[in-house]
């Protein structure tokens, strides 16, 4: 019986190393890749200017209809050379989903268009004024807070307000 018992311990132990040594090769892997796989197509960020608009009024005056309860989830930014772009809806967007005094000014966007795609995923954006540059975001005037999108402050609950300011040149 001991001499079963000591092999059930041998291998235990040694099914523990060959885990541990799987595990370390399976995480330390990416260290010894030779970087010949698939390359990810490099990222090339861009600036647009115009003026975001919802899609729903694009799709009419081409004589189409959206549905109305995808209306509210599509904005898109018409260039001045009237190239549309349809914006993915995310923390770089954020803000003309929730700010709709935003939407027909004219702004500059900074980002990406998807690959092989018109989907414009915005990185920053900035309002034109009077023909001068603005940084926009939203401030609690109570807690000192800033953000990039219009929402009540997360700390005292107050609603936060637009602003923008002039870039500096």
Same mark, same amino acid.
């Given at each position: ?7 059930? #311990?041998?291998?235990?132990?040694? &099914? ?5 040594? &799987?595990?370390? +090769? #399976?995480?330390? !892997? /990416?260290?010894?890749?030779?970087? +010949?796989? *698939? ?5 090339? #960020? @861009? ?10 009024? %694009?799709? !009419? ?7 109305? *309860?995808?209306? /509210? ?5 018409? +260039? *001045? *050379? ?14 003309? &989903?929730?700010?709709? @005094? %935003? ?6 966007? +900074? ?10 995923? !915005? ?11 603005? @940084? ?29 300011? /002039?870039?500096?040149?």
């Amino acid at each position: 019986m001991r001499a079963n018992r000591g092999v059930a #311990i041998v291998n235990r132990t040694s &099914f523990r190393r060959f885990l541990v040594v &799987f595990a370390g +090769t #399976i995480a330390f !892997a /990416p260290l010894f890749a030779d970087g +010949t796989g *698939d390359k990810k197509q490099e990222v090339k #960020i @861009e600036r647009f200017k115009g003026k975001v608009v919802p899609l729903a009024d %694009l799709v !009419a005056k081409a004589g189409a209809k959206l549905d109305a *309860d995808a209306g /509210p989830h599509w904005l898109a930014l018409v +260039t *001045d *050379d009237g190239t549309i772009y349809p914006l993915v809806k995310d923390s770089g967007s954020r803000m003309f &989903f929730s700010d709709r @005094e %935003l939407l027909h000014r004219p702004m500059r966007l +900074t980002g990406r268009l998807l690959p092989k795609s018109q989907l414009l995923q !915005a990185t920053a954006v900035h309002s034109y004024i009077e023909g001068q540059l603005h @940084e926009i975001y939203y401030w609690c005037e109570v807690c000192s807070i800033r953000r990039g999108e219009k929402n009540d402050c997360e700390c005292c609950g107050a609603p936060m307000a637009r602003r923008e300011e /002039p870039l500096e040149k």
